[in-house]
């Protein structure tokens, strides 16, 4: 191992390379090396059409982040789980300038695994039928990528996609701690990313480990479970000379609560005014039961699930958790999505999706951008904005309640008062369309696997039978011809036993999520 600047380090990366990242928001991110690499490309062109292959989102959606490869040229390829973050990457993406795929999170994390075992590549379900699928769009997120990285492969008469490897030149890794020897703590991370099997794949198929941390120390001084990444396994190790390079979130520096250091008062989490999006995360908070394993997806309407849980003070009768690898606390909302207050328990983030694909969920709360006739959710692709689908699909995919949270349509003015919802102003995009433009969940997936799906609005609540959306509650203060109906680009089936949304969930104070958690 040897110790070199980040300039030295952005100088070791050729024309042509795959780098390899593991990130999610600014959590694992080598900020450092990254600015050195866009200076470097800036002054003399060089590197030139490197490929990125990235799990997470990677940025803080400002400069900071994996846009900072934004320059035409600096990168020809770029495969994703969640690209939203990085508008210069994205514009160029926009403009068919950069090649670009879409992949499952779970798929991409634990991809580099595979790889470094020599095997052939990540086979698995997560995927079929939804935009990845390459009967449907193989992952392309625009005209110029034609590449195919997955296939349908067919094992005892089932079908499966198969990922397929590749190699790796470059692996940019983030710890806090290296010892002389190279080997990488991550004591102040809040999440144990896929930097192992990141550098096993990388070493494995003859490429270079370059990991930036904040501090070096004394060879045989680091406790051994504390070292998450073997020195034997790390090249270059850059020591970071600026704080705005080692932020542990996309909000914060540091918060010793994500990373396991204290634990804070549960009363010391904001809580959320009483709103549309309140009413809506209290409604879906009926649906859970004691002992559940939860996951809260990406999103203001998943946070609020948690932030109603803890104002109930029921976060200790379920199990909350985070894709990043969390048990247990309470998962954070964005800007510190994948981190988690107090929380009981951190693994491997690859680790997670392992439990996730193989059915541990119980229960997932996510948002929606669209959903269709069918029951078909888009998340990934929707009015010109592109932003990958995360751990969404297999998350979706694999759990055997899902419950998809959102406003019934984008921009409407709305009051909850006197128990009941108050439109002031209609909203202008619609979100019940007849057909999604990207298929993220698929209804038709769901449906032969017999998962329980709702869609849960301040109007009406939803629920997936047959390949059809069925409302079956709806919201106090709501007309169901004006206010729903005339909003949807198809007619829903209406059941015969047709409900109001309990009107309790419309108070300032509630105080009943006990009671159905007991059910």
């Known amino acids: 191992m040897k110790v ?72 020809k390829k770029w495969d994703a789980a969640h690209i939203g973050s990085a508008s210069q990457m ?12 879409c992949l499952p999170q779970g798929v991409i994390v634990n991809l580099w695994r595979e790889i470094a075992a020599g095997r052939p590549g990540l086979i698995t379900k997560v995927g079929l039928h939804t935009f990845v699928d390459p009967r449907v769009e193989g992952g392309k997120m625009n005209e110029v990528t034609t590449e195919e990285v997955v296939e349908i ?23 806090t701690t290296a010892d002389e020897k190279g080997n990488l703590t991550m004591r102040k991370e809040g999440f144990i990313n896929e930097s192992l099997a990141l550098a096993e794949a990388t070493k494995n198929t003859g490429g270079i480990v370059i990991a930036q941390v904040e501090y070096l120390a004394k060879a045989g001084t680091l406790h051994p479970k504390d070292v998450k990444v ?9 020591k970071a000379t600026k704080k705005e390079a080692s932020w542990q979130t ?29 009413v809506i995360a209290r409604r879906a908070t009926m649906e859970l039961k004691e ?20 104002e109930e003070n029921c976060s200790d009768k379920i199990m909350l958790s985070a894709e990043s690898g969390q048990f247990g606390g309470v998962p954070a909302s964005p800007p510190n999505f994948g981190h988690s207050y107090n929380p009981e328990a951190m693994i491997d983030h690859g680790a997670m999706f392992d439990y996730y694909d193989g059915g541990g969920i119980d229960i997932t709360f996510l948002g929606f951008a669209q959903a269709d006739q069918t029951g078909n959710v888009n998340v990934s692709k929707f009015g010109g904005k592109l932003t990958g689908p995360g751990g969404f699909i297999n998350i979706t995919q694999n ?22 919802v108050i439109i002031k102003k209609e909203g202008k995009i619609r979100k019940f369309k007849k057909e999604v ?21 301040e109007r009406g609540v939803f629920v997936l039978q047959d390949e059809e959306l069925v409302l079956i509650e709806i919201a106090p203060g709501i007309d169901l011809k004006e206010d729903i109906l005339r909003h949807m680009d198809f007619e829903p089936k209406i059941s015969k036993n047709l409900k109001t949304i309990n009107q309790t969930l419309f108070n300032s104070k509630w105080g009943n999520l006990s009671k159905y958690l007991s059910k």
């Open 437 to 457: 433009e990207q298929i993220t969940f698929s209804g038709k997936f769901s449906s032969s696997i017999k998962q329980k799906v709702f869609y849960i609005t």
């Open 4 to 75: 070199v600047n980040a300039k030295e380090a952005a100088y070791l990366i050729e024309d042509g390379d795959t780098v390899g990242i593991s990130s999610m928001g600014l959590a694992g991110w080598p900020e450092e090396i990254a600015q050195e690499i866009e200076k470097r490309f800036i002054e003399t062109g060089k590197p030139r059409d490197l490929t990125i292959k990235q799990g997470s989102a990677c940025g803080d959606w400002k400069e900071r982040g994996i846009t900072r490869f934004g320059h035409q040229g600096l990168v």
């Open 153 to 175: 492969i067919v094992i005892d008469g089932e079908e499966y996609l198969r990922y397929k490897p590749f190699t790796v030149d470059i692996a940019l890794i983030r710890g």
């Open 399 to 420: 759990a055997q309640r899902v419950i998809f949270c959102g406003t019934f349509m984008v921009g409407a003015e709305l009051e909850i008062k006197d128990g009941k």
């Open 250 to 278: 996309e909000g914060l520096y540091y918060e010793p609560s994500f990373a396991g250091e204290i634990k804070i008062p549960l009363d010391s989490i904001p809580k959320i005014p009483l709103d549309e999006k309140k």
């Open 291 to 310: 002992d559940m394993m939860v996951n809260l997806g990406y999103g203001m309407f998943s946070s609020s699930v948690a932030s109603v849980a803890a």
């Open 90 to 101: 994205l514009k160029l993406v926009k403009e068919n300038k950069i090649e670009t795929h």
């Open 230 to 238: 073997p020195g034997s396994l790390i090249d270059y190790v850059v």
